[in-house]
């Protein structure tokens, strides 16, 4: 099945009520409201491109995929859910504007990105990897554009 990643749209007053227990999050993640992308197996492979290491980085390009804070960080939760602010959106989404999809695919290094064990791929020289990436950042960016257009935040999460 495979680890899938997750990008919620969520409305501040929402997000706010999450933050403090008034609502039950699993009921949210798993709802229709909010706008959810669908990043498939991507997610990682995306990070490396965008911070060049598999789990590190700095700043807005780090909060796209890998940032947040936990809403529930219990170790026997299902699914660890964590969150930016809008503030952290509209700075993720700047920093997203600022990378097109040539200067994203200068991130790509196969070796290295075998050696760190990058998910999802095998053998990151196969033809069509970074292919694959690059078809989930243009609705990455647009996901968190129109999240900063509208003053929500995001979760994201791994399912």
Known sequence: MGMIGYLKRIPEPRL??????????????????????????????????????????????FDALMGGKPLNEDETEEIIVRYL????????????????????????????????????????????ELDYLLGYYEPMRDHYRAAAAAGEGMLLYVA
């Open 16 to 61: 706010s009520s999450l933050i403090h227990g008034g609502e039950d999050l699993y009921a949210y993640i798993h709802g229709e409201e909010g706008g959810e992308l669908d990043l498939d197996k991507a997610w990682q492979g995306l990070h490396y491109l965008l911070c060049g290491d598999a789990f590190s980085g700095e700043g807005p390009l």
């Open 85 to 128: 602010t809008p503030d952290e959106v509209r700075n993720v989404a700047a920093a997203l504007e600022s990378v097109g999809r040539t200067e994203l695919a200068r991130g790509f290094e196969p070796d290295d990105m075998n050696e760190a064990n990058v998910y999802p791929a095998q053998d990151w020289n196969d033809e069509g």
